[in-house]
């Protein structure tokens, strides 16, 4: 079994950050692609950021230039650092990664169960 789980949600004023951690665990022989989403209120999932394997790097619009995602290769683990905050970010954000269980298996998605984050005008 594999398991991701996000840490570092909360509540910030506009204006702050926060740094968002997610760790993978469990039968893990290799992952691809991890990345952050999120939902807000009364909308769908939505791509925030992605960090391929190799560490290219993607963002959505809203976020370019305020979020940072990078990744620990060695702790199975994917950050997200978020600056600028605005009551805009306010969301459910969810920890994306493409698992391979066994050199022979294909990479499977997996998801986190979530972490708020709550932004303050």
């Known amino acids: 079994q594999v398991q991701l789980v996000e840490s570092g949600g909360g509540l910030v004023q506009a204006g702050g950050s926060l740094r968002l951690s997610c760790a993978a665990s469990g039968s893990i022989f290799s992952i691809n692609a991890m990345g952050w989403y999120r939902q807000g209120p009364g909308t769908q999932r939505d791509l925030v950021a992605v960090i391929t394997g190799g560490g290219s790097t993607n963002y959505a619009d809203s976020v370019k230039g305020r979020f940072t995602i990078s990744r620990d290769n060695a702790k199975n683990t994917v950050y997200l650092q978020m600056n600028s905050l605005k009551p805009e970010d306010t969301a459910v954000y969810y920890c994306?990664?493409?698992?391979?269980?066994?050199?022979?298996?294909?990479?499977?998605?997996?998801w986190g169960k979530g972490t708020l984050v709550t932004v303050s005008s």
């Open positions: 994306n990664a493409g698992i391979a269980g066994s050199g022979y298996g294909p990479y499977m998605p997996y």
